[in-house]
């Protein structure tokens, strides 16, 4: 890019797209940068008076763009990428979700609602199972007047989601590992329950584990809905998960937690599945949802009891999650 073509492009800009394209906005700002460095400009004075005010221009947007003070939080570049939302790390064990499009507002209200309900109905015991809504708050964009609904959520350090459990055991996980995952997504599912919430979107991507302590935490509540409401919306690329009830904009309920949960252990186990819990499993997908098991801590007494007669008495196993 020559001098003059930057200092074009950086006065007619109007917006950090305009002026960095979205593409590949780092190689955009390489290429002003290099165009209008101090040791790169011309001798005409009024040449080098316009290329150095751009340059600091560009810098100085290109360092607001990557540090970012949202409320009473600072943001540098996103730690993270949702389904819908970029997740900021701001310090103290804290993730800043800051959705991508202001159309999903409505969704960063449902998991604000969800896990509040979750936290004042649910039974402190199991509170680490799901997140801990720190902060929410409406950030008003002063460049475009958009408005996004942003959720402050506490977090915990080690944890990894299903995907890259599947991705350490290409070849399934044995069914002794994937037991104490389904236990602990159990007892997440059952405190939202009893609490009213359906989660909506129970996928490997957001089911996160801790492979030391054997921890659980259900995340991403934004597709949550009222037992008997309807989940909102799928997430892209997983629609064939889904029961037919999700599908058809009909009415949601704890069977519909039950049958995403039971699909991603039968993923996650692959043909390493014993014959038992794969007939398990099946059973919590039945097509209609009243043909579903609906109570999760009822399950979960049953899933215990078929583990039983697979493995015996409960033992604790480690996990290694390898790369």
């Known amino acids: 890019m020559r001098t003059a073509e930057a200092i074009d492009l950086v006065t007619a800009a109007r917006t950090d797209a305009d002026l960095f394209g979205t593409d590949q906005p780092a190689r955009r700002y390489r290429e002003l940068v290099a165009a209008l460095h101090p040791d790169r400009l011309p001798t005409d004075p009024g040449v080098r008076a316009e290329a150095l005010d751009a340059y600091v221009h560009v810098t100085t947007r290109w360092q607001a763009r990557r540090t970012t003070v949202l409320g009473d939080y600072r943001l540098g570049p996103p730690a993270q990428s949702g389904d819908l939302a970029d997740l900021y790390d701001v310090g103290d064990d804290r993730l800043l979700k800051l959705p991508r499009r202001p159309t999903d507002n409505d969704l960063m209200a449902r998991e604000a609602h ?9 039974d402190p015991r ?27 959520l506490a977090t915990a350090p080690g944890l990894h989601d299903l995907d890259a459990v599947r991705r350490a055991y ?7 590992d994937a037991a104490w995952m389904w236990r602990r997504l159990l007892v997440a599912l059952g405190l939202a329950h009893r609490a009213g919430i359906v989660h909506g979107a129970v996928l490997p991507r957001h089911v996160l584990i801790e492979p030391d302590a054997h921890g659980v935490v259900l995340v991403d509540w934004c597709f949550a809905a009222p037992t008997d409401g309807t989940i909102p919306a799928l997430v892209p690329g997983h629609e064939d998960w889904y029961p037919p009830e999700v599908i058809r904009k009909r009415p949601c309920g704890p069977g519909t937690d039950i049958a ?12 390493r599945a014993p014959r038992e819990l794969h007939a398990f499993a099946q059973g919590c997908r039945q097509d209609a949802l ?5 109570d999760a801590w009822a399950l979960l007494r049953e899933l215990d009891q078929v583990l039983d007669r697979l493995y015996g008495p409960r033992t604790f196993r480690p996990f290694t999650l390898t790369p």
């Open 114 to 122: 969800a896990l509040r309900t979750i936290a004042e109905r649910g």
């Open 126 to 152: 199991y509170l680490p199972y799901v997140p801990r809504l720190v902060d929410e708050f409406p950030h008003r964009d002063s460049a475009t007047g958009a408005e996004r609904r942003i959720n402050v």
């Open 170 to 176: 290409p070849d399934g996980l044995d069914a002794r």
């Open 260 to 271: 995403l949960a039971s699909r991603c252990m039968s993923w996650l186990m692959g043909p």
């Open 290 to 294: 009243n043909a579903r098991p609906d």
